[in-house]
Structures are given as C-alpha cells and as structure tokens.
C-alpha cells in the first residue's frame, strides 16, 4: 500500500481566497549550490471571503527550507506558526500587513522540472499549476492576482542575461562579480505565470508596431548553438500578432516579449506573461534540422502561447476545475491562426484524427474526465487531450452555432466584462449568450459531461412528395462516476449530394433531443447525405452507407473535410472485414474499387497534393484500435499491413509519378504548398518501398542522401532503417547518428526512428538505446523519444503477449517517478488502457499496475492514474 492515499479536491468546495496579495516582491540570489528567495507579499484579508478573520494559509513545498519569517518587520518564532504537508499556517495576523519570507531552494537538484530549475547550465522556472509553492510560500492558486516586482542576482559572467516578467526597470554591478536586474510587471497576474531566467543566452531581437502604434521589442534567447535557429518562431510570432489584431481585437500590453528556449521541459512550452518559457522542441526550427512538422509545431505552439496573453493571462481561471476555460479556448483560435497561415481542410483533418484517436481513447477510458473535471487528486493529470482538444471543439461548435460575427462580439464582451479577472467557463459560455440572446444552458453539458457521444443516423426519401427524411439519435456511454447522460446541444452541418455529386442541398442543423427528425422539401432525386460537414461536433457519427455512396463522396463532396471523411470511412471497413478474415484464418483481399478510386485520385494531378496526401492514408493501427470493440494488436497490423503492401504493389506506377511529379529541385520553404509536395513526395516513396522491390529502397537511399531539408531525409532514413536490408539500414543508422550527434532535437527523432521500428527484437533494441549516451533519462523529451515512440507506435512489441513490453514500462515509470512524477504519470498513459484488451494482455497489463500500485512512495501524480485506472 502506498504510505499516504492523496487528498481529492472538488469542484464543488470553491471557496474565494481568504486573504489577497496586491504587491509581491521577490528577490533572487542565485548561486551554484543553492538559491535564496526573499519574498515581501502585501497582504489584504479579502472583503469577498465568506468568513472573516480566517487564519492565513500558504501552500508552501515540503522540501522548501523556510530561513526566516516576519509580520511587519517582526521576526515569527517557530510557535507562532505551523507547518503542515504543504501549508504554512499562521493564526492572529493582522487585517493589512507585509509578510516577509526567505527559502533556501536547491536548483541544481531539481529534478521535477517544476518550481525553479536548471536546464543545461541556466536557470528557469515553471510554475503551471503549482510550481510557485516550491519557490515561496503563497496563495498559490489562479484567483490570487498579484503585481510581481523581481530581482535577480547572479554571478555576471556565468548568468549575463537575467529576465522575468514585464520590463527592466533598475540593474547594477555589486564588486564581486555579481549583477542584478529589476523587473516590474505592471499586469497583476497569479502566481502561475511568474517566470524568471537567467544564463548566458543568445539573442535574435525585432519589432512590432501594434495597430494603435505602439512598438513592440520582441526577443528570443536559446543557446548560443541555436542562435541560427530563431528565425521561424520570430516570423511566427509576428504573425501571430498580427492575427490576434484582426481577428481577435487584441493588442500585446507590454513593451517587450520575450521567448526563451530551454531543452529540459516537461510540456510544450508556457505563457508566463511577457516571458514565455519553451521546450526547444516548440521553437527551433531549421530545414536542416526540423521537418515540416516541427515547422508547423513551432508556428502553432509559439501562436498559442501568445494567445494566452488575452486568453489566459489578462482574463484567468478561477480556479483548475477552468482549465479549459483558457485552454480550449486558446487551443481553438491557435488552430484558426494555423488554418488562415496553411491549407484550412488540411489543419481540420490533423486535428480531428488527433481527437479521434487520441482524445476518444481517453475519453472511454479510466481516466475519462469531463472537459470541466469535478475532481482530482493531482492538477497535472488534468492536462489532457479532453481540456486541450474537446475543449476547443467546444468553443468551435459555439462558434458555428452563433456565426463568426456574433461569437466575435462574445469574445470581445467576455474580454470587456472579465479583464483583469480570474473566471468560469459559465463565464464565457454567458457573455456568448448576452450577445447572441440564446440559451445555451443545455450546451452546458459540454462542459460537464463526459465521454464521447454517438450519433445514429437513419433517412428515408419519398419520391413522390419530393421529401427527405433524416432521423438523428443520440447517446453517450456512461463514464467514471456518470452513468446517464442528458442530450447535447450540438451543431450537425450536412449537405444532400445528388448521385451525380449535384449539391440539393447546406445548411446546419440543431440537434437537443435524443431523437429527432429533420424534414427537406423538394428534394428532386434520392440524396446521399453529407453529415457533420468539418467535423462539426466531436461525436462518433454512424450512417449505414454503400461504399458506392462513400466513393461518390470521396470525390464529389463539396466539402473537403467530408470528402476525405468519406474515403477514411470506406478504408476502415475494408481494413475491419481483413481483421476478420485473418482472424477467421481466411486470406485477405484488397478490394478493386478502392484501387480504382485511389488510381483515379493518384491521376487526378488538379488534386492539392496535400489534400491528396491525407486521402491516400490509411487509418492508423491507433485510430484502429480505438475504433475496435476488443484490440486484437496482431489483427490490427496485418490488416493494415496487407491493404498497405497490396495498395502500394497495385499501384507502382501511380506512386512513381505522383512521387515524380512532387519531387521538384526548389529551395526549401515550409509554406503550405510545399509542405504538401513533401507529404504526397514521402508518402509515395514509402508505398514504393513497400513494395520491397529492388530499386525502390536504393531511392529512399538516394533521397537521403541528396536532401536539403530534414523533412526528406527523416523520412527516406526511416524507410531504410526499418527495412530488411540490414547492411544499409545499419549504415545509414551510423551515418545519421555521426551528422546530428550534436543536434538534441535531430537525436530524438533518430531514437524514435529506432523505437518504433517493428522489426523483431525491438524490446531489446530500446533497451541498448536506453544505455546510449544520447539517452538522458532527465530530459523528457528523450524520454518521451524512447519510451513514448516505444510504447506508443511500436503497438506489436509494446503489446507483446508475454507481457514484457509492459513490465519494461513499469520499470521506467517507478524509477521516473522518483524523479520527474508529471512525466511518470504521463508515460503511463498505454497502461491505463488494459481494459480495451483481451483477457491475456489486460491481465499482464493489471499486472504491472498492481505492482506500481504495492509500491510505497509513490507521487501523487502516479497514484491517482493508478488508483482510477484499476478501479
Ligand atoms: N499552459 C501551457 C500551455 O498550454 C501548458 C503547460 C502546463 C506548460 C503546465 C507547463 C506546465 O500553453
Ligand atoms: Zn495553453
């Protein structure tokens, strides 16, 4: 048994804080051996507090060292206050006061990568959700706002750049080397967006003139390594900026942003006002060293977190129950920005197979949680694919029920009423209703409920009258803690496509009920049906269509969103029926009509190669297993596997050209058109790979070895290195490992590369790789590269049935734990699936949880994914 279960916290015990901070001034000695906080808090009990004269309590760390603590320049003596797991208590404190606090930190022995940390020689911190308690103690929650004075003293040659919020306003020399910097952020903001920096750090530096004209410095600091490195993250921001102006309204509020890259992150990166912090993943970017991929991560996280700035920052969460409120809110317009920069069809399809395999999975899984969770043990399991990605559907399908203009005037409303406050997403949901006149209480239960809902639709076309009928059921599964749920309010956008591809008929409808009938007039022929056009609903939509009817929408639907929809549909349940077979023993086949389609889209050269790119995919195993009843791992991968190998063999010729036609010699750009060229490029060369005949590996070989770009090169070395030709494949393992040993990021992916190849013995191959010195089990990202790509893509050898795969994650996860427990309970995501499998997996699955679930010590973070995973 585990020496302490954590405390739940729920929803429904909100109180508002007791005490407030109007000012809070820190300051930082930063030493080599240890740090010292001097922290005076302005203190004002709160006149909103239910009950008054309440003794004041601060969230404080318990391996934080508390030096000394004074009321008013009195010091407090040990009696006067207590310490508890987590809090600091003093009773009789006066109504106004200045609290004065110093703590000794230990940076350097930092391993959690929460509170303040180093990262490769500087100093950093990360205070979402509740790092700040591990640097002083404080009301260290969302609707304590506060004014932040910092200053920071280091040593001035090893720490020559000392950064925090808002601008410098004070800075000197002491004689013994030592330097310091004040900042002053004008903005109250919680806790959870301080920042401070401080190394030796490169620069790129620009400007931005607002709309009303004031300008802007923009800096960003990586290492000196990376400094050629920062030029898309600068472009991005711009733009971003600029977005958020037109789109939005909203204009930066500071004279200066700052970005600064950091390699040991446990997310993407963080908002911290006027100072995000990021993962380097999120914001280097080079062709010779990013792929296309990581050119549009960079784009879209540095855009998302200068969103924040409004959706986030000036208007806050009351509380983490909120979370979405900033995060699906900001995850929404980041993938609007996304969409207007590239191809618009092309973002919607990457996000929406991200949510149905990823956040459906979740959502039908132990830790299924509503968008707004009623509890939880442990913040930082709540960061989930739910509160980022169903968050933002959410704010996408208000934005399609009330229309763009009138969700901009509750936007700009709920900026108005709420600036400068820490509010609910009963907030935002009712400024869209003050300007819209709506009652949007039954769209509530987006937010409350969870599980993904499931819509059955069914139709009926009577000639005679002219009249279409579409019958629309709803229901959702039950999850943790709610067995029935109520109807949804949602947006089902549908067109009526004639035989011929003739549009009858678009426009939205308004589903409340559980069922519902839908009657169009004057339909003059029997229509196939459109439904849920762009996605527009997070639900599991099932319509009983011919596969003549899904072939005649793949290429004729107007929208583009439906039209690959149509051929993922017809994909799918020919990839089910080979599952079948090979469980029933019968050979499988491909079916001749899915070649002709996909021969005719292959020639359809009018066709934006990205777009093609998408429809030419097969589902993954992933989205395969979520979509599965039972996940039988090995049906999975040989249905997949064989339409793969068959599509590619049948279609030789169209890959040559298609791979012919893309692989034109321009200078790298990572603009949409080219980024698509590259797409349908790769995809093509890795189905003439598949066809395992002679030349077609010696091109992938070829093209890694002429590249220019990342993109290219990533995916010809992944063909070879997962291919039979061993020789080859070890050579150019070795060679790809001698260019980029230098280059962090490129690492990653030459460790991923490995983890996910499927070839046998891949369990014993990741467990060399864990020993090799570019392999840092401190640094989440490689971690996240190892492990994570193990676990994650190599589905075959994770999911071996003896169980191993599973025991060497167990393993990773109560060694991690010791260390970095967010990234322990993350990395434990695959187990916490177990139910999904059949009885042999599931029950070594168990297996490994009750092991971690027997062991004493264990964080919070791992006991709560633990606990709710075998309950
Ligand atoms: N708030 C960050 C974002 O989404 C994510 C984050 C959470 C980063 C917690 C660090 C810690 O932009
Ligand atoms: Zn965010």
């Known amino acids: 048994m585990s020496v302490k279960q954590p405390n739940t916290i729920y929803l ?33 009990s709160n006149p909103a507090a239910r009950d008054k004269r309440m003794p004041l309590e601060l969230f404080g760390d318990e391996g934080m060292e508390l030096c000394r603590l004074s009321i008013d320049g009195q010091i407090l003596e040990a009696c006067d206050y207590q310490r508890e797991a987590g809090y600091l208590r003093i009773n009789n404190v006066p109504d106004t006061f200045v609290l004065e606090c110093v703590t000794r930190l230990l940076p350097h022995e930092n391993t959690t990568l929460e509170g303040l940390y180093k990262s490769d020689g500087m100093f950093c911190t990360q205070c979402e959700a509740e790092g ?28 020559p750049v000392l950064l925090s919020n808002g601008n410098p306003v004070d800075s000197g020399e ?92 446990n997310m993407g990166a963080m908002e911290n006002k006027g ?146 406050q820490a509010v609910t997403t009963d907030d935002f949901v009712a400024a869209m209703e003050t300007v819209s006149g709506r009652d949007l209480t039954q769209f509530k239960r987006w937010y409350s409920q969870a599980g993904t809902p499931r819509l059955q639709v069914s139709d009926q076309y009577d000639a005679r009258a002219c009249e ?18 109520q109807p949804y309010h949602l947006p089902l956008a549908l067109g009526l496509v004639a035989e011929d591809g003739t549009e009858l008929y678009a426009g939205l409808l308004e589903l409340t009920g559980e069922e519902q009938e839908f009657c169009f007039d004057n339909i003059k022929q029997c229509p196939v049906p459109s439904l849920l ?54 050979p499988m086949v491909c079916s001749e009509a899915l070649i002709e389609a996909w021969r005719q889209l292959l020639n359809d050269t009018a066709l934006d190669p990205a777009m093609l790119a998408q429809c030419l995919r097969l589902p993954s195993e992933a989205q395969l297993s979520e979509l599965a009843e039972q996940i039988d791992v090995a049906a999975i991968h040989a249905a997949r596997e064989f339409m793969r190998t068959s599509l590619a063999a049948a279609l030789e010729q169209e890959w040559l050209q298609a791979y012919q036609r893309c692989d034109t010699n321009e200078l790298y750009a990572p603009d949409a058109d080219a980024v698509g060229r590259r797409s349908l490029k790769n995809l093509a060369l890795a189905y003439l790979v598949a066809t395992e005949r002679e030349p077609w590996l010696a091109l992938a070989r070829q093209q890694y070895q002429q590249s220019d770009n990342m993109t290219d090169q990533l995916a010809a070395f992944a063909l070879v290195a997962h291919s039979d030709d061993r020789e080859t494949a070890e050579e150019l393992l070795q060679a790809f490992y001698q260019q980029w040993q ?66 060497w994650l167990a393993g990773w996860i109560l060694q991690l734990d010791q260390q970095n427990p967010q990234i322990a309970a993350r990395l434990l995501t695959p187990l916490t699936r177990w139910k999904r499998y059949d009885p042999v997996r599931a029950g070594q699955m168990q297996v490994q949880l009750q092991r971690m679930m027997d062991t004493t010590e264990l964080s919070a973070d791992v006991y709560e994914v633990v606990s709710k995973s075998l309950m």
């Open 132 to 159: 700040f308690r591990r640097i002083t103690f404080f009301p260290d929650r969302p609707d304590v706002m506060s004014v932040f004075s910092t200053t920071l003293v280091a040593d001035k040659c090893l720490y």
């Open 742 to 807: 230098h280059e962090s990021l490129v690492m990653n992916q030459w460790l991923s590369v490995q983890a996910s190849d499927p070839r046998d013995g891949a369990l014993e191959r990741v467990v060399a790789l864990a020993q090799h010195p570019v392999f840092d089990m401190r640094n989440p990202n490689k971690l996240r590269a190892l492990i994570g790509a193990f676990c994650g893509q190599n589905a075959q050898h994770f999911h071996a049935e003896d169980g191993s795969g599973y025991a």
């Open 275 to 420: 100072l995000n912090i990021f993962n380097t993943s999120c914001v280097l970017a080079h062709p010779l060293t990013t792929t296309d991929q990581g050119f549009q991560r960079v784009e879209a996280v540095v855009a998302h977190e200068y969103f924040h700035n409004w959706s986030g920052n000036r208007v806050t969460c009351r509380d983490w129950f909120q979370l979405s409120l900033k995060e699906g809110f900001t995850v929404f317009r980041d993938a609007e920005f996304s969409a207007d920069m590239n191809s618009r069809t092309v973002k919607r399809i990457e996000d929406v197979t991200l949510l149905r395999t990823a956040q459906f999975a979740e959502d039908s899984s132990p830790m299924a949680h509503p968008v707004r969770p009623e509890s939880y043990m442990e913040i930082s399991n709540f960061y989930t694919l739910t509160v980022y990605e169903k968050g933002a559907e959410v704010v996408r399908m208000l934005h399609t029920l009330l229309g763009a203009e009138l969700f901009r005037q509750g936007s700009d409303l709920y900026f108005e009423r709420h600036d400068g």
């Open 174 to 265: 002491d004689d013994d080397g030592r330097h310091w910097v004040t900042w002053d952020d004008p903005w109250p903001k919680p806790s959870y967006l301080f920042a401070l920096v401080a190394g030796d750090l490169a620069l790129l530096e620009d400007s931005f003139t607002t709309l009303s004209g004031r300008e802007v410095a923009l800096r960003i600091y990586a290492e000196r390594k990376d400094l050629d490195k920062l030029d898309y993250a600068m472009q991005s921001l711009k733009n971003a900026m600029r977005w958020d102006e037109e789109v939005y309204g909203r204009e930066y509020d500071l004279d200066i942003y700052m970005i600064v890259a950091v390699d040991f992150f």
């Open 12 to 44: 429904e015990d909100y109180q508002p804080p007791a005490w407030l901070i109007s000012h809070t001034k820190l300051r930082f000695e930063l030493e080599e051996e240890q740090t010292l906080v001097r922290a005076q808090l302005s203190i004002q």
């Open 533 to 586: 056009r762009g996605f527009s609903a997070p639900v599991k939509l099932e319509y009983d269509y011919s596969d003549a009817q899904l072939l005649m929408l793949l290429r004729h639907d107007t929208d583009g969103f439906n039209r690959w929809d149509a051929g993922q549909r017809l994909s799918i349940r020919l990839l089910q029926e080979q599952m079948q077979r090979y469980r029933d023993g019968q």
């Open 468 to 485: 279409y009928r579409l019958t629309v059921r709803q229901s959702c599964p039950p999850s943790p803690g709610q067995d029935h749920k």
